[in-house]
């Protein structure tokens, strides 16, 4: 059993790289940002709650998002484990993962975290933007607010995962086929 946590700012590749991981290993996906736009789209209360922040580019409380993470994890029967998109992205966040993993008598395998500069992020997110719909893509303004919120909250997550020796960084620029390739190899390795 393989536990994730594909890290990197927002465009630096995850939802791509976690596609090709699923059909490789069989994992089962665990986007924060996909459930909570799965919500959105639903107009659940969650849903709405989440909606002001991520309009603007602000992280959801953690209790939120640890709430939704957890019913998702007890929903799910016979995984070969998952990878965790968008989670953990606060180190309260990251301890509440390792807490509800125990439970479920599981424990993270590794964190990869995907490196690319914030040049080529902003292209990438623009570019997404023409087809995503998502109103965060879309505006220069909330990007850098999102870029921010990881530089400030999210990177001390890593350091979490490295004090435990769990943190390998890739190379995220290059092409998705040679991406995946050297996350393949790390995954092989645990
Ligand atoms: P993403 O698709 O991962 O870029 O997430 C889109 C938006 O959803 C973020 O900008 C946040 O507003 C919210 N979000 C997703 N995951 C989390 C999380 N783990 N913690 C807090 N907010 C989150």
Redesign the pocket.
């Known amino acids: 059993m393989y536990n994730i946590v594909l890290f990197g700012p927002?465009g630096a590749g995850k939802g791509t790289q976690s596609e090709k991981l699923i059909a490789k290993y069989g994992l089962t996906h665990l986007?924060?940002?996909?459930l909570?736009r799965k919500h959105l789209g639903e107009g659940t209360q969650l849903g709405e709650l989440?909606k002001k922040?991520?309009n603007e580019?602000?992280?959801?409380p953690d209790e939120v998002?640890i709430g939704m993470v957890e019913e998702k994890i007890a929903a799910t029967e016979d995984t070969k484990g998952f990878i965790f998109d968008?989670?953990?992205?606060?180190t309260a966040?990251a301890k509440a993962l390792d807490f509800m993993l125990e439970k479920h008598e599981m424990e993270i395998s590794g964190m990869i975290a995907l490196d690319v500069p914030e040049n080529v992020l902003k292209e990438r997110i623009k570019e997404r933007g023409k087809t995503s719909g998502r109103v965060?893509d879309q505006d220069e303004g909330k990007i850098n607010t999102?870029i921010k919120v990881y530089l400030d909250e999210t990177l001390p997550v890593a350091e979490y995962y490295e004090k435990q020796g769990k943190f390998t960084k890739i190379n995220g620029v290059g092409s998705i086929e040679g991406i995946f390739e050297d996350i393949a190899q790390v995954i092989d390795s645990y």
């Open positions: 927002p986007s924060t940002g996909d909570f989440a922040y991520m580019g602000r992280l959801v998002v968008g989670f953990p992205r606060t966040q965060d999102r």
